[in-house]
């Protein structure tokens, strides 16, 4: 618990608080202070922490120690339990809005949840159990120890949504490494994780599951649920493997590679606590990663000389793509993004990838 209680513009003044700047005000220790007022150090530090009331003994105490009166004492935690209860009311009234947001079908199809109907109050009860929160209103803000792939100025909606997949793909992955995350051995793989571009999905995907798995990294690959964000995410494990989620937001197989490497990129820079509040920052550590994925596959060099001649046939493209052993779809991927090319040219090389959940 905390002395000071906040939520949207709300906040609630735990006595405690109050206590705790006397304590510093003074300069000495919490048990110096108890045996001032005459209690134990167990209660003091009950009372700082916010996790006891403030009895009348302790206020009465109180006014004889500071100087502050008993009544003004009691007011402040009548006052806190007050704003408490406005907090919880507030809470209560938002974890509906999060639950109307959450699309309980998908929870259905992949028989996360039986194929029933939920009331409100059951849907609410199933999610609070299913994700292990007290409150729903938990995914109303991005969790800042997680590198996303995809952010702007997203609806409440697409954060919720978001951090729902995010938070399913921790619960599928967080007991299948048993190996810490080896930046190292991640790196000697990258290779052959690149010359993965030019196979089948059906070939590639369980080999590469195996391979980060090696390294102390579980990739999990969801199909995206509606109103999220995501394209991918990095989060680190408390045993300290890490996970990588990807999902088939848009499908295209440029935006699985892309945002498989954006992830990795981060990774091997230990960047998982990622400050959303600081903007610049954020967008300086996203560029460099997006850097990262983009040179992975075709060098900036490479691809400003290669468009640097305005010829975007197909024989180009293809024989550019051959030339740095990738599949056209990567090339036209970064075409597409940067108008070189129409979204709607070449729609026969950009490949499709589906995830399915299964119970490996």
């Not at 007991?175 to 070939?203: C, G, T, W, Y």
């Amino acid at each position: 618990m905390t002395n000071i209680n906040k939520y949207d513009n709300l906040i609630a003044f735990h006595p405690g608080s109050y206590v705790e700047d006397i304590i510093d005000d003074l300069n000495i220790t919490q048990a110096e202070f108890a045996r001032r007022l005459g209690t134990s150090p167990k209660t003091v530090s009950g009372l700082v922490s916010g996790k006891i009331r403030l009895s009348e003994d302790l206020a009465f105490k109180l006014e004889k120690m500071t100087g502050v009166d008993f009544q003004t004492w009691m007011n402040i935690q009548n006052s806190y339990d007050k704003k408490i209860l406005e907090i919880q009311d507030a809470k209560n009234r938002d974890e509906i809005l999060v639950a109307d947001m959450i699309d309980i079908k998908y929870f259905k199809k992949h028989e996360f949840f039986e194929n029933r109907v939920y009331s409100k109050k059951d849907k609410i009860k199933e999610l609070r159990n299913f994700f292990s929160v007290s409150n729903l209103t938990y995914f109303l803000t991005f969790n800042p120890a997680v590198s996303y792939r995809s952010i702007g100025n997203f609806k409440e909606n697409q954060i919720v949504n978001s951090n729902i997949m995010l938070e399913l793909a921790s619960i599928r992955g967080r007991n299948k490494a048993r190996a810490k995350l080896n930046r190292s051995k991640l790196q000697a793989h990258l290779p052959e994780i690149r010359n993965m571009v030019n196979e089948d999905f059906s070939i590639f995907y369980p080999r590469l599951e195996q391979i980060l798995l090696n390294c102390g990294i579980v990739l999990e690959g969801l199909p995206s649920l509606k109103n999220s964000m995501l394209n991918g995410a990095t989060k680190k494990f408390g045993n300290g493997s890490a996970l990588i989620l990807i999902t088939d937001r848009n499908k295209g197989a440029d935006i699985f590679w892309f945002s498989l490497i954006h992830e990795i990129s981060h990774i091997l820079d230990n960047d998982f606590y990622t400050n959303i509040e600081d903007i610049e920052q954020y967008r300086e550590k996203e560029n460099k990663a997006d850097k990262f994925a983009k040179d992975f596959f075709i060098r900036e060099e490479s691809y400003e000389d290669f468009v640097s001649k305005g010829n975007f046939t197909t024989k180009a493209i293809t024989d550019f793509s051959q030339e740095m052993n990738v599949q056209p779809f990567i090339l036209l991927g970064r075409l597409k993004k940067d108008e070189y090319v129409k979204y709607n040219q070449f729609t026969e090389y950009m490949t499709k990838y589906k995830l399915e959940l299964n119970d490996k």
